[in-house]
């Protein structure tokens, strides 16, 4: 059952074009919810394992196609695809692959920040008018929320100043702490 469009909504904090919401992403009623993947896109645990068994079965029946098609080899780090939403409330699934923190010297920063823009274009190219983003790369992956949030929050703000869509971004955090390094980074 998804929440109501008006509870999530109601229940998010607004900073123009961009939200910040607690909660489980998989419970958006949105055009899309990124997804943060791994390279064989054919799920894990985490945000990703929630969104496949919310989904069901047609997400990871369309992962397995772009498997078969042009990402034979997997998702790179940085990149993002869109399949459909399945049974999910959201319409479709931006799935991006985060880097693993490695201490910050392997490129980690540029590469998340890719994870970000990428998924930005993604929506654009798509039509797409709002989008909720997961915490990429920071649970499995490592990488500190601090420091994760910074780019999240620049990332987006630089695209939305130069494009019209998506028209809004919800970042969706799952615990307290992410939500206020969101909140200082937003105000
Ligand atoms: N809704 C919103 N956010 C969630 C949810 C959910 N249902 N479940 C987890 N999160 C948050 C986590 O708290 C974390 O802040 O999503 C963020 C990303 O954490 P992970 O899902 O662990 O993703 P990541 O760190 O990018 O690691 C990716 O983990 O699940 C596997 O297949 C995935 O191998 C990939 C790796």
Not at 144 to 164: C, S, Y
Request: one cysteine or more.
């Amino acid at each position: 059952m998804a929440t109501s469009p008006s509870t999530w909504r109601t229940n998010a904090r607004s900073f123009g074009r961009i939200l910040l919401y607690q909660g489980d992403i998989t419970r958006l009623d949105i055009d899309a919810i990124v997804n943060a993947a791994n390279s064989s896109l054919l799920g894990g645990g985490g945000v990703d394992g929630a969104i496949h068994r919310a989904g069901g079965p047609e997400i990871l029946e369309a992962c397995r196609k772009l498997r078969a098609g042009h990402y034979g080899k997997g998702l790179r780090t940085g990149e993002a695809v869109i399949t459909t939403g399945g049974r999910l409330p959201a319409q479709q699934v931006i799935h991006t692959v985060g880097p693993v923190w490695n201490g910050g010297h392997k490129q980690e920063p540029e590469l998340l920040a890719n994870c970000y823009r990428n998924s930005l274009l993604l929506a654009e190219k798509n039509e797409l008018h709002s989008i909720a983003f997961s915490g990429i790369s920071t649970g499995v992956y490592g990488y500190p929320k601090a420091e994760a949030t910074v780019i999240a929050v620049r990332e987006v703000r630089a695209f939305l100043d130069q494009h019209e869509l998506p028209q809004e971004v919800v970042f969706v955090v799952f615990d307290e702490a992410s939500f206020k390094l969101y909140e200082q980074e937003l105000q």
